[in-house]
């Protein structure tokens, strides 16, 4: 009785075995042949009922088989599109570009060209890391915008090259306001000013411009004594634009405060500079020369993971 069990459970899994083997025989034949015809076919067939991967393979087989042909238009279409369903954004993205290359004229080049630009949309990472994506993204759908200025989907590669431009903006948001919490407050000022400059509609410009000034006044409360002054006086300059710009912020006290700091500050600063004995005015040049030259050779970046 146990080996008759043993022998139903072996026939069994055999009979399963050589089910899926003849199941896969079907589509491996289909591939090894050399009717294209068939395979062109089975292609479209299996692209229709959403077995993508499978398609994949007879279109990659077929994909210099119709150069030339009739077919080929229909071919390439479909092709760059089943990289798509299976969210292969950067084959896509290239595929699309082909079939634009190939048929310009053809009735579905828009479509392709906007295609390959969502592609790179998609393809667009989380703003902390590298934005090379979401700048070609840009590029493209701002091609195909001035070439189909007058198309449906314009309107949607605006919205489009909106949200990368938000992101782009969070990210020199977020990359000056790294300087500012490490410590590197030189180069927040610089990045802040870069970033407002870059963008000056950004939806950040209230925060940063303050953080500007908040930044200044760090910047020159570390520096040498020598150096304070002169950037305690443009803490002040960037506290009076910021309450000037945003007279109902959040932050007008705070700017104010820093203000008022920066000004008793400065006459703190006069005073230790008027009683340096010309020794310490030395040690205080020496120091300054120091300073300007590990400015000149930084050797600290930017610590880009921290911002995820």
């Given at each position: 009785?146990?080996?008759?069990?043993?022998?139903?459970?072996?026939?069994?899994a055999l009979a399963f075995a050589l089910g899926m083997v003849g199941c896969k025989s079907k589509f491996e034949k289909l591939r090894?042949?050399?009717?294209?015809?068939?395979?062109?076919?089975?292609?479209?067939?299996?692209?229709?009922?959403?077995?993508?991967?499978?398609?994949?393979?007879?279109?990659?087989?077929?994909?210099?088989?119709?150069?030339?042909?009739?077919?080929?238009?229909?071919?390439?279409?479909?092709?760059?599109?089943?990289?798509?369903?299976?969210?292969?954004?950067?084959?896509?993205?290239?595929?699309?570009?082909?079939?634009?290359?190939?048929?310009?004229?053809?009735?579905?080049?828009?479509?392709?060209?906007?295609?390959?630009?969502?592609?790179?949309?998609?393809?667009?990472?989380?703003?902390?890391?590298?934005?090379?994506?979401?700048?070609?993204?840009?590029?493209?759908?701002?091609?195909?915008?001035?070439?189909?200025?007058?198309?449906?989907?314009?309107?949607?590669?605006?919205?489009?090259?909106?949200?990368?431009?938000?992101?782009?903006?969070?990210?020199?948001?977020?990359?000056?306001?790294?300087?500012?919490?490490?410590?590197?407050?030189?180069?927040?000022?610089?990045?802040?000013?870069?970033?407002?400059?870059?963008?000056?509609?950004?939806?950040?410009?209230?925060?940063?411009?303050?953080?500007?000034?908040?930044?200044?006044?760090?910047?020159?409360?570390?520096?040498?004594?020598?150096?304070?002054?002169?950037?305690?006086?443009?803490?002040?300059?960037?506290?009076?634009?910021?309450?000037?710009?945003?007279?109902?912020?959040?932050?007008?006290?705070?700017?104010?405060?820093?203000?008022?700091?920066?000004?008793?500050?400065?006459?703190?600063?006069?005073?230790?500079?008027?009683?340096?004995?010309?020794?310490?005015?030395?040690?205080?040049?020496?120091?300054?020369?120091?300073?300007?030259?590990?400015?000149?050779?930084?050797?600290?970046?930017?610590?880009?993971?921290?911002?995820?």
């Amino acid at each position: 009785m146990f080996k008759n069990r043993r022998l139903i459970i072996w026939c069994s899994a055999l009979a399963f075995a050589l089910g899926m083997v003849g199941c896969k025989s079907k589509f491996e034949k289909l591939r090894a042949s050399n009717d294209n015809v068939a395979k062109y076919k089975e292609a479209i067939n299996l692209y229709n009922h959403k077995k993508y991967s499978k398609a994949l393979v007879l279109f990659e087989d077929l994909s210099n088989k119709y150069r030339g042909r009739p077919e080929n238009e229909d071919l390439l279409y479909y092709f760059a599109y089943t990289n798509y369903r299976l969210r292969d954004y950067t084959a896509a993205r290239y595929h699309f570009k082909n079939f634009t290359d190939q048929y310009p004229q053809s009735d579905r080049a828009e479509e392709c060209r906007f295609m390959g630009a969502y592609c790179y949309y998609l393809d667009s990472p989380v703003y902390s890391l590298d934005q090379d994506n979401t700048l070609k993204a840009i590029e493209s759908l701002q091609l195909f915008i001035n070439l189909y200025p007058k198309s449906d989907r314009a309107q949607e590669a605006a919205n489009f090259i909106q949200d990368l431009r938000d992101k782009l903006e969070r990210k020199a948001y977020a990359n000056a306001k790294l300087y500012l919490d490490i410590g590197d407050y030189k180069a927040a000022v610089i990045a802040f000013q870069n970033a407002l400059r870059d963008y000056p509609d950004t939806k950040y410009a209230e925060e940063m411009e303050y953080l500007m000034v908040e930044a200044q006044y760090l910047y020159a409360k570390n520096s040498m004594l020598k150096s304070q002054e002169k950037r305690y006086e443009e803490a002040i300059e960037f506290s009076d634009s910021f309450v000037n710009n945003y007279p109902e912020s959040k932050h007008i006290k705070d700017a104010e405060d820093l203000k008022k700091d920066s000004q008793k500050d400065i006459q703190q600063v006069q005073k230790l500079i008027a009683s340096l004995t010309p020794t310490q005015k030395k040690e205080e040049e020496e120091k300054e020369k120091l300073v300007k030259e590990q400015d000149n050779n930084p050797t600290v970046a930017l610590p880009q993971q921290s911002l995820q």
